[in-house]
């Protein structure tokens, strides 16, 4: 079963390795996404993003460039296996040639700094989507508000309060006429209901699930699902613990392949089957993971086998829903 996944921070860790001075190429790493357990796992896309922290990152800038750099390096020398894609052109021609295809995109708008330029200056370079906010309220917008002390510290509550910033609208409409993917992973309540009201094109939730399956508000809720699916956007299962399923403990947290699987059954319920793709969160995400790397994909294919959902629903899942959304946004 090909794959193709919407979101992995594997440039992001091989980056961190080498200001570590530590050894770890795409080629032969110890994370979950490498190209032999990418080609054991059967994939065809895999996108890479370029994930900055703005805490204490005075050079946001400079670090996605030097990430994006490293992209490129490891693209290059890997180039038989593996090449980078902007279009839906260059990703069929790979398809059919048995190659992989690399995708960039960036998770963090403010890695542009709030201007339109350097947006620009990232499509020059490659990347065809962004989530427009990470953690860290920035130029754009807000994420969810997370709370800081008290004994609730560490928990994450929806904001249905900040809208995006007339910056963060600029850059929405700046996008769309780039053909760059809006992504609304990480974005908070009100930021995403402004999405839907400020563009017209479909966009993705890379990396998101369902809020009514699992409450923390990185999620979806079942109307941003619905929204999602009329537009004709994609969420990506993400394959985080803490977004699978409500654990008491954090401690206790683990991924479990038969949480993706009720997330899975849920969101086709409420927006159909055509509305799910493929969001691992790989080599972002801790804690014990059922799916260890990208080659233990089969094992999801099998389950939502044996939960009952068709050859052709699986399909759709895996690769076909964002392969759709690709060949009509990257043109």
Known sequence: ????????????????LKQEGKEGTLAENGLHVALDKMEAGDYGL??????VCLKNNEQPFEQAMEM?????QEIERNRDRIRAVTTWK???????????????????????????????????????MMTLTWNYPNRLGWPNQIIWEGPDAGKVVPDTEHGLTETGIAFLEEMERLGMIIDISHLNDRGIQDVFEHTKKPFVASHSNARAVASHPRNLTDEMVRRLADRGGVMGINFC????????????????????????????????????GLGSDFDGIGGRLELSSAADLPRLARAMEKAGFSASEIEAVFYKNVLNLYRELLV
């Open 46 to 51: 895999q996108n890479f993003a370029l994930f």
């Open 1 to 16: 079963m090909k794959v193709a996944d919407m979101h992995c921070d594997t440039i992001g860790e091989l980056y961190r």
């Open 68 to 72: 994006a750099d490293l992209f490129y």
């Open 241 to 276: 613990g803490a977004f699978l399923r409500d654990w008491k403990r954090e401690e206790d947290e683990e991924s479990l392949v038969e949480d993706m699987v009720r997330h899975i059954k849920h969101i086709k319920n409420v927006g159909g089957i055509g509305c799910i």
């Open 90 to 128: 260059e990703i069929e021609e790979n398809w059919n040639a048995g190659r992989l295809s690399a995708l960039l995109t960036l998770e963090e708008g403010d890695v542009c700094l709030g201007r339109l330029e350097l947006l620009r200056d990232f499509y020059r370079l490659g990347v065809r």
